[in-house]
């Protein structure tokens, strides 16, 4: 099994308003301004709408933070 695909099936759903539970940054504003600008900011896999509740793929979340912050 590819390691990509191993590590999203061993990846969290997290509910935005629980996020700090898990992890200090960003914090719950901060999740909510990167959630509403997810299509130009390149966070857009990291968050999964389910009716009205908003999950974030925690593995991918960070996969997007280290593309973001490299720049691709």
Known sequence: ??????ETRNSRLIPL???P???????????????FHRD???FAPAFLKVGRK???DEAVFFE???KVGAGK
């Open 1 to 6: 099994m590819p390691k990509a695909e191993t």
């Open 17 to 19: 308003t629980k996020w």
């Open 21 to 35: 539970e898990y992890h200090p940054w960003p914090n719950v504003g901060g999740l909510r301004h990167m959630a």
């Open 40 to 42: 130009e900011n390149g």
């Open 54 to 56: 908003l999950l974030i």
């Open 64 to 66: 997007c933070c280290r």
